[in-house]
């Protein structure tokens, strides 16, 4: 059975850092996997989606990479902004079949 | 496009009332998702459709739960009787499998309040 983890939980940054959040999935025969953001009380925004095939994609200040012998995927956010706070979710699609399975999610917080 | 566009954004209601939750999805899609989100339990799989046809409903909770797709610009998720435990965000997303990528694109949500 898939199950998706994002460390950490929760981070607090000072606006114009660089920053890491990962994730990490359990079975590495995934279709593709998607980052998504969520503002509080609000619905998901796709950010990027890695096919299986692919090793990373780039939007913006946003690089989002991919290593599934490792189960393992990294959302890269460079010079970080005050309306990056959300909080940041991935989740894998096994079995080419749209079904997401989804992490807990990382609170982001940058501060002015 | 609009969207996925879902209805109605809040309810409130008493337990063992009827609840109605409805979805439009972007048209030309053809895959639609229910998702339920909670404190506890972050975001869980109810059920999804592929082209109007029920695939995979083993997210749904229990027989209170029903899902319909009667075509492909419209779903519902009924949840009858309503219980306390039933509260949470709805939501629903879509699609385009086959010829695109498979994103996924999310409504806004439905928050559901059971007294």
């Known amino acids: 059975k898939q199950e998706v983890t994002q460390i950490p939980a929760a981070l607090s940054v000072p606006e114009g850092e660089n920053l890491v959040l990962n994730c990490s999935f359990t079975?590495?025969?995934?279709?593709?996997l998607q980052w998504f953001r969520q503002d509080p009380g609000k619905g998901l925004t796709s950010l990027l989606l890695?096919?299986?095939?692919?090793r990373e994609q780039t939007s913006g200040r946003l690089n989002a990479s991919l290593d599934k012998s490792s189960g393992r995927s990294t959302l890269y956010i460079a010079a970080s902004q005050p309306g990056d706070s959300a909080t940041y979710l991935c989740?894998?699609?096994?079995?080419?079949?749209?079904?997401?399975?989804f992490g807990q999610g990382t609170t982001l917080q940058v501060k002015p | 496009d609009a969207g996925v566009i879902q209805s109605p954004r809040h309810e409130v209601t008493e337990m063992g009332q009827e609840v109605t939750l409805r979805c439009k999805p972007i048209s030309g899609h053809n895959s639609l998702f229910w998702y339920r989100q909670t404190m506890m339990r972050g975001l869980e799989l109810l059920i999804y459709?592929?082209?109007?046809?029920?695939?995979?409903d083993s997210g749904m909770p229990e027989d209170r739960f029903s899902a319909k797709m009667p075509n492909a610009s419209f779903s519902t998720l009924k949840i009858q009787p309503s219980e306390p435990r039933d509260s949470a965000v709805y939501f629903c997303?879509?699609?385009?499998?086959?010829?695109?990528?498979?994103?996924?694109?999310f409504g806004e949500g439905s928050r559901l309040t059971v007294l």
């Open positions: 997303a879509s699609s385009l499998r086959g010829a695109g990528t498979g994103e996924l694109f």
């Open positions: 989740a894998v699609d096994s079995g080419n079949t749209g079904k997401l399975i």
């Open positions: 079975d590495s025969a995934i279709y593709n």
């Open positions: 890695i096919q299986s095939s692919q």
């Open positions: 459709f592929n082209n109007n046809v029920p695939i995979d």
